[in-house]
Structure formats: structure tokens, C-alpha cells
């Protein structure tokens, strides 16, 4: 359960453009069809980096509310996440079992995780309490109580994607009901691409490259579970 929570905090911070270019915009790009590949470092051991794709491949209707679906093909993970002028929200998550693809489960979050504060001011802090369920099969519900507290850290320039830029620094805490350490890392979100780096205690992900696919085909995944 900590390692799906910290996939979770991961891959939630991903990043509508509007004409009106606000900084959450800029930072936190969520725009149809765009592409992140990452490269993953594990800290603790000689595994050699890896590649993680991550992509805005659709809509989905949940609660009455548009979410977009943000979907990691190497992991057969979707997460639904929105964005309006407070911030950015992640509402569900579905993922395949390991060695068993044809399996599913979802965690819902209630209310839906606070995962960035617009506007992106230096100093912020914010906190997010509630209730992640885990249901699969229909039949099965295992709720927990999670807590998070999140800081904007302030503007530092970065190397990402090939390229020198500004990038927004998010630093971050959560736990859940059981877990005996709570999780920390820092998030990096450069200019015009989103979610730029990440490192916590075990890992350290950097953006590889970002791209708007022009043609691309759309989520195969089964809708995340309703209430």
C-alpha cells in the first residue's frame, strides 16, 4: 500500500491552456494528447534507470464533475485529475494487479486529493485530509484515512527535457491509517511542461521529453469503478 501511495503522489502532479496564460497553466499544463516520458533512478540499488510513460489520453464524467484521464501505459495506471483556478485535483486511480493484467482495482478519494494550490505563491502551505477507498470486483471496499501537507518551496532553474528552464518547487509529506514513516518528496514543474522531477528517500525521476501528440488513439482502459 505505501509503494501504490507513493505511485500515486507521483504521478498525480502532472500537469487546460487558456488564452489567459495563468501560472498554474504555464507550470501545470493538463492539455489533450500530451506526452511525458520520465526516467526513473532507484537510489538504494545498482538497478540500471528506466524509461516511465505518462499521458492525457481522454474525459471522463465523475460526481457530475469533467476529469481528465492521465494514463501510464507501462503500468496500466489511470488517474482522473482536474483543474480549475484553486488548483489541481486527482479524484480516482485504477491499476492492473501485477502478473495478473486482466485484474483491476481502484482507489477513490474522498473528497478528492488537493494536490496543487493556484496560485503558485512561494511559502503556500496546504493541507488535504480524507478517506482513499480501495474496490475491486464491485464487492470489495477497504477504505483508509490519508493526510498530506504541501509547500510551494519557491522558483529554481532546472535541466530538463535537453533544455535549461524555471521551475516551480512543491515539496510534500503524506501518510496514511498504518504507515509507520511518512513519505516525503519534492516536486519540480518547469515552465510550459508540468512536472519536470521528483525525488524522494528512494528515487529520483527527471523528465526525458514532452511532446502534444497530433494523432493520438484514445484510452483503452475500463472506466475507474463509480460510487
Wanted: proline share 5%; net charge neutral; aromatic share 14%.
Amino acid at each position: 500500500m505505501r509503494k501504490t501511495i507513493s505511485i500515486i503522489i507521483v504521478m498525480m502532479f502532472a500537469g487546460v491552456m487558456n488564452a489567459e496564460y495563468k501560472v498554474g497553466d504555464i507550470y501545470c499544463p493538463i492539455l489533450q494528447n500530451a506526452r511525458w516520458v520520465y526516467t526513473v533512478h532507484h537510489k538504494k540499488n545498482l538497478d540500471p534507470p528506466y524509461d516511465r510513460t505518462a499521458e492525457i489520453t481522454g474525459n471522463e464524467l465523475y460526481d457530475g464533475l469533467d476529469y481528465f484521464s492521465y494514463y501510464s501505459p507501462d503500468s496500466d495506471a489511470k488517474y482522473l485529475i482536474r483543474k480549475d483556478d484553486s488548483g489541481l485535483y486527482i479524484k480516482a486511480a485504477r491499476y492492473a494487479v501485477p502478473f495478473l493484467s486482466f485484474f483491476h482495482f481502484d482507489i477513490i478519494f474522498d473528497p478528492p486529493v488537493y494536490a496543487i494550490k493556484f496560485p503558485m505563491t512561494k511559502g503556500d502551505t496546504w493541507h488535504y485530509e480524507g478517506i482513499a477507498s480501495i474496490k475491486a470486483l464491485g464487492i470489495f471496499n477497504f477504505p483508509t484515512k490519508v493526510w498530506a501537507k504541501c509547500t510551494h518551496m519557491g522558483i529554481e532553474v532546472i535541466e530538463a527535457a535537453g533544455r535549461t528552464m524555471p521551475a516551480y518547487k512543491l515539496y510534500a509529506e503524506l501518510n496514511r491509517d498504518g504507515m509507520d514513516k511518512t513519505f516525503k518528496a519534492s516536486f519540480w514543474f518547469g515552465e510550459g511542461v508540468g512536472l519536470a522531477g521528483y525525488e524522494s528517500e528512494n528515487n529520483l525521476l527527471t523528465l526525458k521529453s514532452f511532446e502534444i501528440k497530433p494523432d493520438a488513439a484514445p484510452n483503452t482502459v475500463n472506466a475507474v469503478e463509480k460510487k
